[in-house]
Protein backbone atom coordinates (compact mmCIF):
# COMPACT_ATOMS: atom_id res chain seq x y z
CA UNK A 1 0.00 0.00 0.00
CA UNK A 2 1.27 3.02 -1.00
CA UNK A 3 0.80 6.03 2.16
CA UNK A 4 2.07 9.52 2.38
CA UNK A 5 1.32 12.50 4.22
CA UNK A 6 1.21 15.88 2.37
CA UNK A 7 4.00 18.42 3.08
CA UNK A 8 3.38 20.28 6.24
CA UNK A 9 1.40 23.82 5.09
CA UNK A 10 2.49 27.48 5.66
CA UNK A 11 1.37 30.56 6.54
CA UNK A 12 1.39 33.87 4.71
CA UNK A 13 4.48 34.65 6.19
CA UNK A 14 6.18 31.64 5.03
CA UNK A 15 6.29 30.11 8.37
CA UNK A 16 4.63 26.70 9.53
CA UNK A 17 0.94 26.48 10.34
CA UNK A 18 0.85 25.27 14.30
CA UNK A 19 -2.19 22.83 14.54
CA UNK A 20 -3.19 22.00 18.43
CA UNK A 21 -4.11 18.68 17.89
CA UNK A 22 -7.59 18.19 19.77
CA UNK A 23 -9.77 15.25 19.41
CA UNK A 24 -12.06 15.62 16.12
CA UNK A 25 -10.50 18.84 15.36
CA UNK A 26 -9.87 20.01 11.94
CA UNK A 27 -6.65 21.79 11.11
CA UNK A 28 -6.15 25.60 10.03
CA UNK A 29 -5.07 25.12 6.71
CA UNK A 30 -3.66 27.45 3.27
CA UNK A 31 -3.72 25.02 1.31
CA UNK A 32 -7.49 25.11 -0.73
CA UNK A 33 -9.58 22.21 -1.04
CA UNK A 34 -11.83 21.93 -3.44
CA UNK A 35 -14.99 20.67 -3.58
CA UNK A 36 -17.28 20.03 -6.55
CA UNK A 37 -21.44 19.50 -5.57
CA UNK A 38 -23.76 17.70 -7.30
CA UNK A 39 -26.73 19.52 -6.10
CA UNK A 40 -29.49 16.47 -7.66
CA UNK A 41 -27.79 13.84 -5.92
CA UNK A 42 -29.50 11.82 -3.96
CA UNK A 43 -32.97 13.40 -4.56
CA UNK A 44 -31.64 16.66 -4.10
CA UNK A 45 -29.70 15.42 -0.69
CA UNK A 46 -26.64 16.75 -2.78
CA UNK A 47 -26.82 20.39 -1.69
CA UNK A 48 -28.08 19.57 2.00
CA UNK A 49 -25.15 17.52 2.72
CA UNK A 50 -22.87 20.65 0.87
CA UNK A 51 -24.60 22.88 3.19
CA UNK A 52 -23.43 20.47 6.26
CA UNK A 53 -20.51 20.36 5.15
CA UNK A 54 -19.76 23.64 4.62
CA UNK A 55 -20.82 24.71 8.27
CA UNK A 56 -17.70 21.98 9.26
CA UNK A 57 -15.53 23.61 6.94
CA UNK A 58 -16.03 27.63 8.05
CA UNK A 59 -16.28 26.79 11.87
CA UNK A 60 -12.48 25.29 10.84
CA UNK A 61 -11.78 28.53 8.92
CA UNK A 62 -10.77 25.31 6.15
CA UNK A 63 -10.08 27.65 2.50
CA UNK A 64 -11.59 25.88 -0.11
CA UNK A 65 -13.99 26.35 -3.12
CA UNK A 66 -16.87 25.16 -4.11
CA UNK A 67 -18.15 24.65 -7.91
CA UNK A 68 -21.49 22.99 -9.05
CA UNK A 69 -22.57 20.87 -11.47
CA UNK A 70 -25.52 21.35 -13.96
CA UNK A 71 -25.39 18.65 -16.21
CA UNK A 72 -24.00 15.02 -16.62
CA UNK A 73 -20.16 15.52 -17.80
CA UNK A 74 -19.77 18.67 -15.79
CA UNK A 75 -18.20 17.46 -13.22
CA UNK A 76 -15.37 15.96 -15.37
CA UNK A 77 -14.98 19.21 -16.95
CA UNK A 78 -14.84 21.12 -13.56
CA UNK A 79 -11.89 18.39 -11.93
CA UNK A 80 -9.68 19.12 -15.43
CA UNK A 81 -10.36 22.97 -15.15
CA UNK A 82 -9.24 22.88 -11.17
CA UNK A 83 -6.02 20.72 -12.01
CA UNK A 84 -5.00 22.62 -15.12
CA UNK A 85 -4.85 25.55 -12.56
CA UNK A 86 -2.25 24.04 -10.12
CA UNK A 87 0.74 22.19 -10.05
CA UNK A 88 0.86 21.32 -6.06
CA UNK A 89 -0.99 18.10 -4.54
CA UNK A 90 -4.43 19.06 -4.85
CA UNK A 91 -7.75 17.54 -3.10
CA UNK A 92 -10.49 17.43 -4.99
CA UNK A 93 -13.50 16.25 -3.16
CA UNK A 94 -17.16 15.51 -4.41
CA UNK A 95 -20.24 16.00 -3.20
CA UNK A 96 -22.86 13.17 -4.58
CA UNK A 97 -22.69 9.68 -6.01
CA UNK A 98 -20.92 7.16 -7.60
CA UNK A 99 -21.51 8.87 -11.26
CA UNK A 100 -20.21 12.03 -9.84
CA UNK A 101 -16.91 10.14 -8.36
CA UNK A 102 -16.31 8.50 -11.99
CA UNK A 103 -16.95 11.83 -13.70
CA UNK A 104 -14.01 12.84 -11.29
CA UNK A 105 -11.62 10.17 -11.72
CA UNK A 106 -12.29 10.42 -15.59
CA UNK A 107 -10.97 13.99 -14.94
CA UNK A 108 -8.32 13.96 -12.82
CA UNK A 109 -6.79 10.68 -14.82
CA UNK A 110 -4.25 13.09 -16.59
CA UNK A 111 -3.00 15.13 -13.56
CA UNK A 112 -0.37 13.14 -11.01
CA UNK A 113 -0.73 15.76 -8.42
CA UNK A 114 -4.58 15.29 -8.19
CA UNK A 115 -6.56 13.31 -4.99
CA UNK A 116 -9.37 12.63 -4.56
CA UNK A 117 -11.97 12.26 -2.26
CA UNK A 118 -16.32 11.88 -1.64
CA UNK A 119 -18.70 13.02 0.45
CA UNK A 120 -21.63 10.54 0.07
CA UNK A 121 -24.87 11.99 -1.17
CA UNK A 122 -25.73 9.58 -3.99
CA UNK A 123 -27.95 6.36 -4.01
CA UNK A 124 -25.81 3.29 -4.02
CA UNK A 125 -22.31 5.52 -2.61
CA UNK A 126 -20.45 2.08 -3.21
CA UNK A 127 -16.73 4.51 -3.82
CA UNK A 128 -17.02 5.40 -0.22
CA UNK A 129 -18.06 2.28 1.02
CA UNK A 130 -15.53 0.54 -0.71
CA UNK A 131 -12.65 2.50 -1.22
CA UNK A 132 -12.65 5.77 1.03
CA UNK A 133 -14.59 3.92 4.08
CA UNK A 134 -16.21 6.48 5.35
CA UNK A 135 -19.91 6.49 7.03
CA UNK A 136 -20.75 10.21 7.61
CA UNK A 137 -19.67 13.87 6.84
CA UNK A 138 -17.64 14.76 9.65
CA UNK A 139 -15.86 11.08 8.87
CA UNK A 140 -14.84 12.02 5.52
CA UNK A 141 -13.88 15.68 6.31
CA UNK A 142 -11.91 14.71 8.80
CA UNK A 143 -9.48 13.00 6.31
CA UNK A 144 -8.69 16.61 5.34
CA UNK A 145 -6.75 16.92 8.84
CA UNK A 146 -5.13 13.49 8.94
CA UNK A 147 -3.86 14.36 5.26
CA UNK A 148 -3.26 10.98 4.38
CA UNK A 149 -3.61 9.42 0.75
CA UNK A 150 -2.89 6.11 -1.16
CA UNK A 151 -2.67 5.35 -5.29
CA UNK A 152 -4.98 2.51 -6.11
CA UNK A 153 -5.56 0.96 -9.17
CA UNK A 154 -8.44 1.99 -11.47
CA UNK A 155 -9.72 -0.23 -15.30
CA UNK A 156 -9.65 1.46 -18.24
CA UNK A 157 -12.43 0.50 -21.04
CA UNK A 158 -13.25 0.42 -24.50
CA UNK A 159 -16.40 -0.05 -26.11
CA UNK A 160 -17.75 1.00 -29.34
CA UNK A 161 -15.00 3.53 -29.88
CA UNK A 162 -15.37 4.75 -26.85
CA UNK A 163 -12.56 4.71 -23.88
CA UNK A 164 -13.02 5.51 -20.10
CA UNK A 165 -12.29 4.95 -16.86
CA UNK A 166 -13.86 2.90 -13.82
CA UNK A 167 -13.14 2.64 -10.29
CA UNK A 168 -15.84 0.53 -9.16
CA UNK A 169 -17.16 -1.96 -11.80
CA UNK A 170 -17.45 -2.54 -15.19
CA UNK A 171 -20.52 -4.64 -15.95
CA UNK A 172 -22.72 -6.14 -19.00
CA UNK A 173 -25.91 -7.67 -18.61
CA UNK A 174 -28.91 -7.76 -15.68
CA UNK A 175 -26.53 -5.37 -13.98
CA UNK A 176 -26.16 -2.72 -16.68
CA UNK A 177 -30.10 -2.82 -17.62
CA UNK A 178 -30.76 -2.53 -13.51
CA UNK A 179 -28.35 0.77 -12.93
CA UNK A 180 -30.24 1.66 -16.22
CA UNK A 181 -33.42 2.28 -15.04
CA UNK A 182 -32.52 2.90 -11.44
CA UNK A 183 -30.87 6.09 -13.06
CA UNK A 184 -34.77 6.63 -14.26
CA UNK A 185 -37.01 5.54 -12.43
CA UNK A 186 -39.47 7.51 -10.69
CA UNK A 187 -39.39 5.77 -7.65
CA UNK A 188 -35.67 6.41 -7.48
CA UNK A 189 -36.55 9.98 -5.77
CA UNK A 190 -39.02 8.43 -3.46
CA UNK A 191 -36.33 5.61 -2.12
CA UNK A 192 -33.96 8.33 -1.27
CA UNK A 193 -37.10 10.11 0.55
CA UNK A 194 -36.86 7.93 3.08
CA UNK A 195 -33.42 7.29 3.28
CA UNK A 196 -33.06 3.94 1.50
CA UNK A 197 -31.42 4.78 -1.87
CA UNK A 198 -29.73 1.49 -2.60
CA UNK A 199 -33.27 -0.89 -2.09
CA UNK A 200 -33.90 0.99 -5.65
CA UNK A 201 -31.12 -1.71 -7.20
CA UNK A 202 -33.15 -4.54 -5.25
CA UNK A 203 -36.41 -3.55 -6.12
CA UNK A 204 -35.83 -3.02 -9.85
CA UNK A 205 -33.84 -6.35 -10.35
CA UNK A 206 -36.83 -8.24 -8.77
CA UNK A 207 -38.95 -6.17 -11.11
CA UNK A 208 -36.39 -7.32 -14.07
CA UNK A 209 -35.44 -10.63 -13.95
CA UNK A 210 -39.19 -11.55 -14.79
CA UNK A 211 -38.23 -10.26 -18.37
CA UNK A 212 -34.58 -9.89 -19.10
CA UNK A 213 -33.48 -12.63 -21.26
CA UNK A 214 -29.91 -14.36 -20.36
CA UNK A 215 -27.89 -14.84 -23.15
CA UNK A 216 -24.77 -15.74 -24.47
CA UNK A 217 -21.31 -14.43 -24.03
CA UNK A 218 -17.75 -14.66 -25.00
CA UNK A 219 -15.26 -14.21 -22.04
CA UNK A 220 -11.45 -13.48 -22.24
CA UNK A 221 -9.63 -13.37 -19.48
CA UNK A 222 -5.40 -12.65 -19.82
CA UNK A 223 -6.01 -14.78 -22.92
CA UNK A 224 -8.08 -17.60 -21.57
CA UNK A 225 -10.80 -17.94 -23.29
CA UNK A 226 -14.67 -18.88 -22.01
CA UNK A 227 -18.03 -18.88 -23.59
CA UNK A 228 -21.05 -18.67 -20.97
CA UNK A 229 -23.96 -19.73 -21.87
CA UNK A 230 -27.53 -17.97 -20.09
CA UNK A 231 -25.46 -15.35 -18.66
CA UNK A 232 -27.25 -12.79 -16.44
CA UNK A 233 -24.38 -10.82 -16.24
CA UNK A 234 -20.72 -10.51 -15.83
CA UNK A 235 -19.22 -8.31 -13.66
CA UNK A 236 -15.59 -6.89 -13.66
CA UNK A 237 -14.95 -5.49 -10.17
CA UNK A 238 -12.17 -3.47 -9.11
CA UNK A 239 -13.43 -3.27 -5.74
CA UNK A 240 -15.94 -5.81 -3.07
CA UNK A 241 -19.14 -3.78 -3.90
CA UNK A 242 -21.72 -2.71 -6.47
CA UNK A 243 -25.11 -1.88 -6.53
CA UNK A 244 -25.77 -0.12 -3.53
CA UNK A 245 -23.82 -2.64 -0.66
CA UNK A 246 -23.75 -5.65 -2.99
CA UNK A 247 -20.64 -7.69 -2.00
CA UNK A 248 -20.31 -8.58 -5.51
CA UNK A 249 -16.44 -9.24 -5.71
CA UNK A 250 -15.16 -10.08 -1.99
CA UNK A 251 -11.72 -10.81 -2.86
CA UNK A 252 -10.71 -7.45 -4.97
CA UNK A 253 -7.96 -5.59 -3.87
CA UNK A 254 -7.21 -1.95 -4.91
CA UNK A 255 -3.97 -2.26 -5.66
CA UNK A 256 -2.74 -5.79 -6.41
CA UNK A 257 -2.73 -5.08 -10.20
CA UNK A 258 -5.54 -6.89 -11.06
CA UNK A 259 -8.98 -7.00 -11.94
CA UNK A 260 -11.77 -9.57 -10.75
CA UNK A 261 -14.35 -11.04 -12.69
CA UNK A 262 -17.96 -12.99 -11.82
CA UNK A 263 -19.64 -14.51 -14.17
CA UNK A 264 -22.99 -15.50 -13.25
CA UNK A 265 -24.80 -17.99 -15.62
CA UNK A 266 -27.02 -21.00 -16.51
CA UNK A 267 -29.49 -20.39 -13.19
CA UNK A 268 -32.74 -20.62 -12.97
CA UNK A 269 -35.08 -17.86 -11.36
CA UNK A 270 -35.30 -18.94 -8.00
CA UNK A 271 -31.29 -19.76 -7.73
CA UNK A 272 -30.73 -16.40 -9.09
CA UNK A 273 -32.93 -14.92 -6.33
CA UNK A 274 -30.50 -16.74 -3.80
CA UNK A 275 -27.60 -15.11 -5.60
CA UNK A 276 -28.71 -11.56 -4.82
CA UNK A 277 -29.54 -12.29 -1.15
CA UNK A 278 -26.07 -14.06 -0.71
CA UNK A 279 -24.42 -11.57 -2.42
CA UNK A 280 -24.74 -9.06 0.23
CA UNK A 281 -22.23 -11.08 2.08
CA UNK A 282 -20.23 -12.55 -0.07
CA UNK A 283 -22.13 -16.19 -0.01
CA UNK A 284 -22.91 -16.12 -3.36
CA UNK A 285 -19.23 -17.15 -4.70
CA UNK A 286 -20.10 -20.96 -3.28
CA UNK A 287 -22.82 -21.48 -5.44
CA UNK A 288 -22.70 -23.32 -8.68
CA UNK A 289 -22.02 -21.34 -11.90
CA UNK A 290 -21.39 -18.57 -10.01
CA UNK A 291 -17.67 -18.29 -11.58
CA UNK A 292 -14.74 -16.26 -10.50
CA UNK A 293 -11.62 -14.98 -12.53
CA UNK A 294 -9.00 -12.38 -11.71
CA UNK A 295 -6.56 -10.95 -14.40
CA UNK A 296 -5.03 -8.12 -16.12
CA UNK A 297 -6.78 -7.70 -19.30
CA UNK A 298 -10.48 -9.17 -19.79
CA UNK A 299 -13.03 -8.62 -22.95
CA UNK A 300 -16.56 -9.38 -22.70
CA UNK A 301 -18.60 -10.01 -25.88
CA UNK A 302 -22.16 -10.47 -26.36
CA UNK A 303 -24.41 -12.24 -29.02
CA UNK A 304 -27.18 -10.64 -28.36
CA UNK A 305 -28.10 -6.96 -27.44
CA UNK A 306 -27.28 -5.65 -23.93
CA UNK A 307 -26.03 -2.91 -22.64
CA UNK A 308 -22.97 -2.31 -20.39
CA UNK A 309 -22.16 0.33 -17.53
CA UNK A 310 -18.89 1.88 -15.84
CA UNK A 311 -19.56 2.79 -12.36
CA UNK A 312 -23.59 2.74 -13.06
CA UNK A 313 -23.79 4.68 -15.91
CA UNK A 314 -24.23 3.39 -18.98
CA UNK A 315 -21.50 3.82 -21.60
CA UNK A 316 -22.10 0.90 -24.47
CA UNK A 317 -22.94 -2.16 -25.21
CA UNK A 318 -22.44 -5.92 -27.03
CA UNK A 319 -18.66 -5.73 -26.75
CA UNK A 320 -16.51 -4.36 -24.44
CA UNK A 321 -12.41 -4.30 -23.32
CA UNK A 322 -11.08 -3.25 -20.01
CA UNK A 323 -7.39 -3.27 -18.19
CA UNK A 324 -6.11 -2.48 -15.06
CA UNK A 325 -3.61 0.53 -14.62
CA UNK A 326 -1.82 -0.48 -11.30
CA UNK A 327 -1.21 2.52 -8.54
CA UNK A 328 -2.66 5.10 -11.29
CA UNK A 329 -4.64 7.60 -9.10
CA UNK A 330 -4.01 8.86 -5.51
CA UNK A 331 -7.27 9.34 -3.43
CA UNK A 332 -8.34 10.52 0.12
CA UNK A 333 -9.01 6.78 2.53
CA UNK A 334 -9.70 6.33 6.12
CA UNK A 335 -6.24 4.52 7.75
CA UNK A 336 -7.81 2.04 10.49
CA UNK A 337 -4.24 2.40 11.80
CA UNK A 338 -2.96 5.85 11.02
CA UNK A 339 0.86 4.74 11.82
CA UNK A 340 1.06 1.82 9.48
CA UNK A 341 3.38 2.16 6.51
CA UNK A 342 3.42 6.05 6.67
CA UNK A 343 6.31 7.50 4.86
Not at 198 to 227: N, Q, W
Not at 233 to 246: E, K, L, S, T
Request: charged share 25%; net charge positive.
Amino acid sequence: MNIAKLHPACGLNGKPIITLQKEMSMPRLNETVYFIVNPMAGNEEGLKIWKKAEEILKSKAVPHEVSFTHEKGHALRLTKEILSGTNQDTRVIAVGGDGTINEMINGAIDFPHAIIGSIAAGSGNDYVRGIQKTDSVEEALSLIQENAFRAIDIGRFETNGKAGYFVNSLGMGLDAEISDEADRSPLKKWFNFIRAGKLIYLFIFIKKIFTYKPSCMELIVDGDRHLLKKVWFIVIANQPYFGGGMKISPMSKLEDGRLNVIAVHDMALLKLLTVFITVYWGGHLNMKNVDSFSGKMIKMKNKGSVKIQSDGEIVGANEVAAAVLKEKIRVMFKDDDPNKNMK
